[in-house]
C-alpha cells in the first residue's frame, strides 16, 4: 500500500488536474485549493482546471471519465472552506510583513509591479471589486491576497467578499463540471473523453476570465470618454445678424 501510494506520488503531474485528482482525490483537490490562494509559490497551480474535472469526478459516471469517485457535498463545502482559508492566509501574510514580500533582491514571484498593479485596481474599483474579481483570473487571485493586506485592507472586510467569491468561484465551476458530465460521457463516449477534456478546461479558464475582460472594457470606455472634450453645440441659438 505504502509502495502504490510512493509511486503515485511520484507520477502525478501537479500541472494535470486530472492526475492530480486520480492519485489523491479529495484530499488533493483541497491542498491544492489552499495552496493557490494562500500560498504564494501556488500561482502555477491548476485552480480553474481542477475544479471543473473535479466536479466530473464526483458526477455518477465519475468512474468513467476520470476514474475516481468525489463526494458532491464534501465537495461542495471543503472546496470553498479551503479557497477562503488559503486567501485568509495571504491577507495575513501581507498585513504582517507589507511590502517586503515583493521587494526581496532577485525574486522573480513578489515583483513591485503587482503591488503597483493591484494598487491601481484597488484605487479605481474598491477593494471589495477588487478581491471579488481577482477569484476568477488566475495568478492574480494568489497575490491580491497579501496585496490586500499590504494595502491595509480591513480583515472583517476582506473576509465578506473572500467568503462571497470562494462560494462563487469554487461552486460554480464545480457545478458546470458535475451537471453536463452525464451528458458529456453519453455524447462523447468514454474511450474519447480525454481528447474534449482539455478544450472544455481551456473554455472554462477563458470564461472565468470574462469579469476582468469586462473591467477592462469599462475602465477604456471611460479613459476615452475623459479624453475627449465636450463640445456643446447650441443648434437653437440664433445666428449672426446681417
Known sequence: MHAFAAHAASAVNPLDAKSVIQAFGLVGVLVILFA??????????PGDSLLFIAGIAASPVAADI???QLSL???LVGAPICAIVGAQLGHVLGARYGRRLFTRPDSRLFRTEYVDRAEYYFNKYGPAKAVMLARFVPVVRTFLNPVAGML????RRFLLWNVIGGLLWTDAIV???????????????AANIDKYLLPVVVLIVLLSLIPILIE???????????ATPDRVTDRTAPGPRR
Not at 500560498?39 to 502555477?44: A, D, H, T, Y
Not at 463540471?177 to 463516449?189: E, Q
Open 36 to 45: 493557490e490562494t494562500g500560498l504564494m509559490i501556488g500561482f502555477f497551480l
Open 66 to 68: 476520470v476514474g475516481v
Open 73 to 75: 457535498p464534501v465537495l
Open 152 to 155: 491595509q485592507m480591513p480583515a
Open 175 to 189: 457545478l458546470v463540471g458535475y451537471l453536463p458530465a452525464r451528458k458529456l460521457r453519453d455524447t462523447i463516449g
Open 216 to 226: 477592462i472594457v469599462r475602465s477604456r470606455r471611460d479613459r476615452t470618454h475623459a
